[in-house]
């Protein structure tokens, strides 16, 4: 089984940075698909961005050019690098893995302000 843990997130001003780490126990990931996603108050899930066991990625259009996502297998870890953070960007951050997106975390705040 494979636990997920989030770290990183908080209060952050606009234009400013922030790098989200999940770190993996349990098992190794270094061989899933791990991904980003985010959930706003009242909002759906968003899908951010997705990163293969070799590292292609793909991202969604909200955060493409802003984030950036690496991974770390040495480390079991995976990261988000979040630049020009806006307002809108305010939502809890999850991470994800596996077929599926069958492992998450339970996420950590993040907080733009205007």
């Known amino acids: 089984q494979v636990q997920l843990v989030e770290s990183g997130g908080g209060l952050v001003q606009a234009g400013g940075s922030l790098r989200l780490s999940c770190a993996a126990s349990?098992?190794?990931?270094?061989?899933?698909?791990m991904g980003w996603f985010r959930q706003a108050p009242g909002k759906e899930r968003e899908f951010l961005v997705g990163?293969?066991?070799?590292?292609?990625?793909w991202y969604g259009d909200s955060v493409k050019g802003r984030f950036t996502v690496s991974r770390d297998n040495a480390k079991n870890t995976v990261y988000l690098q979040m630049n020009s953070l806006k307002p809108e960007d305010t939502a809890r951050y999850y991470c994800?893995?596996?077929?599926?997106?069958?492992?998450w975390g339970q996420g950590t705040q993040v907080t733009v302000s205007s």
């Open positions: 990163i293969s066991p070799s590292g292609n990625t």
């Open positions: 994800a893995a596996g077929v599926g997106w069958a492992h």
């Open positions: 349990g098992r190794t990931v270094s061989s899933y698909h």
